[in-house]
């Protein structure tokens, strides 16, 4: 895994998120407490003064790890977010672990038809899934959610020129060029917090972050941020490895994001 410029992935993601917030009337952000969507967080306030501008939306199933809800509330009140809470239900899906996929997406429709979100900012990395490789950094979703992953705009020379499609939304990829070790690098070099659960504890660790239901933890004595870059400098296991959902063929993966998955 090869580390990037950092100063050149925050200008353009500072630079997408500007756009966005000037493009769009209603922006809202994506927060799991996971390392990508808090670094976007960081991002966002560097952009805007020391403050996210934009309310951030929890897709909460209701058996997130404890560790989660005290991160989200802590940094909640730390740097003064205007959280959303949408409840998601736990019903028989597509991927079958009821407890995300379509289910979040679900709920994450109702909280935007409540609060009449037009664009809404996702902290999704191109390396982290096949499927999400074939993303825009502005990406339209029909009234539906349904992503057109065949026909997507064309992004040349910083002009992301995507417009909504009658009731439908925009998403936001702020982070696509990052990768894992950019993510950690940069959280080291900015101080920005991080959930606990990251960190080794009796030689066990997360790496990628869900519910309580569908990720387990990985083989790992990293106790700081630096035992983890070091310990992704030579691992050749994929970094969703953890996440049961993604594990399901390409072609479901590629189905739920056609309809709206995250």
Request: hydrophobic share 35%; with cysteine.
């Amino acid at each position: 895994m090869i580390k990037q410029d950092l100063n050149q992935l925050e200008e353009k993601s500072i630079y997408i998120i500007r756009e966005a917030q000037s493009k769009f009337k209603n922006i809202a952000g994506l927060w799991s407490m996971g390392k990508d969507s808090t670094a976007m967080l960081a991002i966002a306030k560097k952009a805007f003064m020391g403050k996210v501008p934009f309310p951030i939306i929890h897709i909460d199933n209701g058996i997130d790890f404890p560790e989660t809800y005290e991160f989200r509330d802590m940094l909640t009140k730390k740097w003064k977010l205007n959280l959303i809470v949408a409840k998601s239900k736990i019903n028989k899906e597509l991927s079958g672990f009821s407890c995300c996929g379509s289910n979040k997406t679900d709920a994450l429709k109702k909280v935007m038809a409540e609060y009449g979100f037009d664009a809404l900012i996702v902290s999704i990395r191109r390396d982290e899934h096949g499927i999400r490789s074939k993303e825009r950094y502005m990406s339209p979703r029909d009234e539906n959610f349904k992503w057109n992953y065949k026909e997507q705009p064309t992004e040349l020379w910083n002009d992301y020129s995507s417009k909504l499609d009658n009731k439908g939304h925009i998403r936001i990829h702020p982070l696509l060029d990052w990768n894992e070790i950019d993510i950690w690098t940069y959280t080291k070099k900015d101080k920005i917090p991080i959930n606990p659960l990251y960190i080794s504890r009796n030689g066990y660790r997360y790496r990628s972050l869900g519910c309580t239901r569908c990720t387990i933890p990985i083989k790992s004595n990293a106790k700081n941020i630096n035992d983890i870059i070091k310990e992704l400098s030579n691992t050749k296991i994929e970094e969703r490895s953890g996440r049961q959902q993604d594990k399901e063929k390409e072609y479901v993966m590629q189905k739920l994001r056609a309809l709206g998955y995250m």
